[in-house]
């Protein structure tokens, strides 16, 4: 693994989701325990070897800005690039693309984990993709009678309070600089048109398990809540390389 490495963190979305928390906080600086979820994030990337972070910001983006600073204090660089508009996932990629080594790091500025990134990113260096996606198994259940039924309306199977597994995106990428060929400078682009343009074009996409470890989706209150309690009480396990956390 080349030192240091390049991330690109997505920090311009409106976080609608966990509203009312975000009027007045951009999603990144809302507070697990005594910290930001963007300063958890920038301390796991210092550890593992980042030392560039490129931050993509629009929706109070001045506050993110003020919060997290030149990066200094986590022993890396961050370069702020404001968003005109929003551009989703991919497409803030552009406006960075002059920055951009041949292969990085792209994350959600609101993703908390205990994932190895420079096991994702050495991974990802091995396989020569364009792409490589962390992973991570969810489980849904439904508590209703599930109907299967044919073309016409009949009733073909039957199947009471389901579960399913499924494999979900962590909202952390490693990338290489082709993906850029994907989309047009200046327009929205998300994940999910990158994934179908890249299946359409037969470029094979990995992927990077992470299921022995922790992660959790910070998109609505019910999960911050729990997003909380496991910082709380498992903090060691989220920044295990900081002296005061290690029990």
């Known amino acids: 693994m080349t030192r240091p490495l390049t991330a690109v963190m997505l920090a311009g979305?409106?976080?609608?989701?966990?509203?009312?928390?975000t009027a007045v906080i951009p999603k990144p600086l809302v507070p697990i325990g005594d910290v930001s979820i963007a300063e958890i994030l920038l301390d796991q990337l210092a550890h593992h070897g980042v030392g560039r972070v490129l931050v993509s910001i629009g929706h109070l983006g001045h506050l993110i800005e003020a919060v997290l600073g030149d990066g200094s204090r986590f022993g890396l660089e961050i370069l702020y690039q404001r968003e005109d508009k929003p551009l989703s996932t991919i497409g803030p990629l552009a406006l960075v693309a002059d920055q951009l080594p041949d292969d990085f790091f792209v994350l959600n500025g609101d993703v908390l984990s205990d994932l190895d990134f420079g096991a994702l990113f050495d991974s990802h260096l091995a396989s020569g993709r364009t792409?490589?996606?962390?992973?991570?198994?969810?489980?849904?259940?439904?508590?209703?009678?599930?109907?299967?039924?044919?073309g016409d309306g009949e009733v073909t199977g039957f199947v009471e309070k389901p579960t399913y597994d499924f494999l979900v995106s962590m909202g952390v990428y490693a990338m290489n600089r082709r993906v850029l060929d994907y989309f047009a400078a200046g327009e929205p682009f998300g994940f999910d048109a990158l994934m179908l343009a890249m299946l359409a074009a037969g470029d094979p996409i990995g992927t990077f398990s992470w299921a022995h470890g922790r992660w959790l989706d910070i998109g609505r209150p019910v999960d911050f809540e729990r997003a909380q309690?496991?910082?709380?009480?498992?903090r060691g396990l989220y920044l295990p390389w900081r002296s005061e956390d290690k029990k």
């Open 13 to 21: 979305g409106l976080g609608s989701r966990l509203a009312p928390f």
């Open 131 to 150: 792409l490589t996606v962390a992973t991570y198994p969810r489980r849904v259940d439904v508590d209703l009678g599930v109907l299967v039924t044919d």
């Open 229 to 234: 309690r496991s910082f709380q009480t498992e």
